[in-house]
Each structure stands twice: as C-alpha cells, then as structure tokens.
C-alpha cells in the first residue's frame, strides 16, 4: 500500500514517549503520529502516562494504537508471540531510553531504522547534529545504529511539524461561527481584543494583568487549563484583583481543548501567548503575534536558546524586550502592549510563518530520511 499524500511506501512505526512533565512530550509525539497516520501509515505509540490524551486526541486517531510503556512481563510475551513484529521504523523521543528487552526485540527482527527524535531548537548545534549516526556501544543493542532528527527552523534541519492539510483547513476557519460556541462565563463582545495564554507561572504576569486592565480598549484573556490558570488566580489575587478581572480587563477560564480546537483557538485570538514547544510552533502557523513562554532550566540554558529562536527568525527588538522580560532574562517593566507594537508583531508574525511553510514538514523529512536509511 501506498501512503497518500507522499507516495512513499506505508510503513509501521513503534513511537517511545516518556511524559517528563507537562503536555509538550506527548503533544509533539502525538501529533507526529497522527501525521503518519493521516498519511498511510500504521503507528503504535507507546507511552508511559498517556492520560492527557483523554482531552488532547479524545477521538484518537485511525491508524494510531496507543500502547502502555511495556513492562519486563509485557516484552517476554511479546516475545513469545509470533504475530508480534517490531515496526519499519522505531523512534526513541526526546531521548527516552528504550527498554532493553524491546532492543532485543529489534536485534532478533528484521532491520528497524532506529532514530531519536530531539528537542525543537533554533541554536547552532541543531543544523550540525541533525542525521548524525550514534552507534550503539552496549546492551543488546550493541552494534546497531541510532540516527539523530533534530526538528528546527531551517532547511538544513528537520524541519517542523505541519500536517499536508493544515493551510487549507486554517483558510476555511470561520473565526465568529467558532467564538461563538465558546463556553465562556460571559459573551465577547465584538470590540474585544482576544489574547490567549498558556505559560508557566511568569513573575511578570500580575504586571501583564495590570495593564491590560488599564487598556484603551476591552481586554479579554483566555487562560488555558492547568498551570496558567492557578498562575492567573495566584497573580489576581496579588493585585487584590477580581478574578474575572477589573477595568478593560475580562478574564475568562477555557476548558481542556483537543488538540484541533487548541489550534483553533490560536487561529482565533489577536495575539497568543505560549510555552514549551508544541504550542509555539502551533502559534507560528497561525500567522498571530505571539509571545513565548520558553521551558525553564535550571542550568539556564533556555536563555541561549530563546536568544537563539529570536535571531534565527530576525524578531523586531520590541517583542524581544517583551520576551526578555516576560521570561524572567531581565527585571525592567513589562513593555506595553501598544497598538503599533501588536501590529509590528502581527506584521512579523505573518512574515515568519509564510517562510516557515516554504520549508519542507517534519513528517516528510522524516519519511525520506526514514526511506534513505532502509
Ligand atoms: O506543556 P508544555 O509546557 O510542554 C513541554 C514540557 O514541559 C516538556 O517536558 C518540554 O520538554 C517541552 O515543553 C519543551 O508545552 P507544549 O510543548 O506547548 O505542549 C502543550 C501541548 O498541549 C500541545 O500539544 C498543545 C496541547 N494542548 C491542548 O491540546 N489543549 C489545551 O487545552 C492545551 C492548554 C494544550
């Protein structure tokens, strides 16, 4: 059987996730997975924690098999079944190790590719290390070759994550139809500027809230589910905030989306905050301003690597002072959300994502780099 959309032959694919913390692990794998499937192939991903799959895929997908992270018991009988085959393809992501017995499992079959799917990052190393070799120099694997497939932001890497619809289905969003249907505490009102956010727990927050309730204009936050939302409740009432807010300043909680509406609401909003991965590189193909909320770490090597992002896409100086700020690199004040400084974003945004959707999609990379090492 052929796949679709690439005619590249349909494989089967065995996907290793491990949830470190948050939505991003399992958001980037799944989406991977969906793509393959949507595009003839048969996957199984298996998870160590896949219950936030309930909210981000609740149809899940055809042609996707989600499987527990097996145990020690669970490999010996797959050994023991003769229907069992590994898959074409095996992607350890983000470096999850993968359980020795499944190593020997690859050794006994036939040749798998075997590649370890890293980090998004716009930094140097990226394009120098994407489609190097690792060979394997102990376990059972012993011998065997692991590829390196570093997504990023330029052609000499693997690119990002797009699925073959996604301009098409963007175009035909009715932005009104979809808002409407949104179960808010309290209509939008038509003058409202929308503003999405989904972040850690930024200092900078009570700042942002503050001025947006100082707007010239009506202000309505969406706070995503999780994390943003105690991060709201905790920053409101340091303000001694209302915590539906206050002045031009409407905050209102959104629900668990799948991962389509997530989009959506990306596609819907004037100016999206957002965090990690996934959602990042979601905000930059819905074409709006967006401020990135990047994950903290404790070596503070996330400070190179947003420095790293805002060259690599030539961002203008006032949404990086923004950014500079909103991330914690530096304690001046907030920068003001002013009209210019969104439409300056909006202008850029826009820019960024038509270059972006020139380059070839992760998944297709995937597939000829997939198709070279076979
Ligand atoms: O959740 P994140 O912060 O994820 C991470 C993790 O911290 C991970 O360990 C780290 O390695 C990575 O960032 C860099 O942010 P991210 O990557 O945007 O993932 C969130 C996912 O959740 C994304 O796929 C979108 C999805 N999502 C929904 O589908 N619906 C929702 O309502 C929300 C709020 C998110």
Known sequence: MKSDTHSSPSLRWDIF??????????????????????????????????????????????????????????????AQDAAFQVGNVVIEAFGCELPEAFQTLMVQGPPSVWINLEYLSAERYVARSHGLASPVMSG????????????????NTGGLLREPDLAERHTAFDRTTWLSALPLDKPLAANERLISLFCYEPTALPELLKQLSQADEPMRVLVAQGRPCAAVAVATQALHMPSRGTGQLHISQLPYFSQTEFDHLLWACDLNFVRGEDSLVRALWAGQPLVWHIYPQDDLAHHDKLHAFEAALDMPLTLRRFHAVWNGLEAAPLPTLSRAALESWRCWSRQVQRGLQDQTDLTTQLLGFVAQKR
Not at 149 to 155: I, K, R, V
């Open 17 to 78: 996730c491990r949830v470190i913390d948050n939505h991003g692990d399992l958001g980037v794998c799944w989406r991977l997975c969906a793509d393959l499937a949507q595009r003839g192939h048969s996957v199984r991903l298996w998870v160590d924690d896949a219950s936030a799959l309930v909210w981000m895929a609740p149809q899940g997908c055809a042609g996707v098999e989600v499987r527990a992270w097996p145990t020690e018991a669970a490999l010996q009988a797959l």
């Open 140 to 155: 059972p694997a012993r011998g065997m070759t692991k590829w390196f497939f570093f997504p990023g932001f330029t052609p």
